[in-house]
Each structure stands twice: as C-alpha cells, then as structure tokens.
C-alpha cells in the first residue's frame, strides 16, 4: 500500500522590490529638464542634474512625475535608473548612512 503524499498549496511568487522603488537618479549627460506637463513641448520647470535623486510621484508610460526640492514635474524615464538600476549607481553617486 502507497502513503499518501500530503499536497502544498501553491504560493504565489512574491516579486523582488528594491528599496529605492520610488527613487529615480538622473542618467542624463549634464541634466534633464523638468516639464510642467508630460510633453516634450510644455514649460520646464526646472533641471535634474546627473546623479540627482527624485521622488518618484507617479508613473505615465514613458513619463514619470517626479518631486526635487521645490520642482514638481515631468520626466522622459530613459533619462532616470529607478529601483535596482540605483542601487547600482549608490555607491558613485551617493552615500549610504546607517543607524
């Protein structure tokens, strides 16, 4: 006689986040400029400077709202590393506090 093999409920797979999720640095060559609406034809607003860090708000397709200093506006995404790609660029650009 064959025991039985007790069966496992399968458990959904959990996707990996990276703690700068909702961080965004510029990969730009000097800068990028900030935009008042997501079109390359809108007011800018202000500049992000390569290895400048952003608060991503939200995300539309190829743009991302983002928030530096005092600027609030819009981002073509090719122009930031978001999520693991910072973690890459920490150590170039950034520094890393613990407590």
Known sequence: ???PVPTSTPQ???????EFENIGVSVAEGYVRVREKADTTS?????????SAARIVERHGDW???RSGKVT?????EFLAIGFSV???VGEF??????
């Open 1 to 3: 006689s064959t025991t």
């Open 94 to 99: 950034g520094t890393k506090y613990a407590t």
């Open 73 to 77: 506006g819009y981002i073509k995404k």
């Open 12 to 18: 959904p797979t959990v996707k990996p986040r990276s």
């Open 43 to 51: 007011k800018v607003v202000g500049k992000l400077y390569r290895g």
């Open 87 to 89: 973690e890459r660029l």
């Open 64 to 66: 991302v709202k983002i």
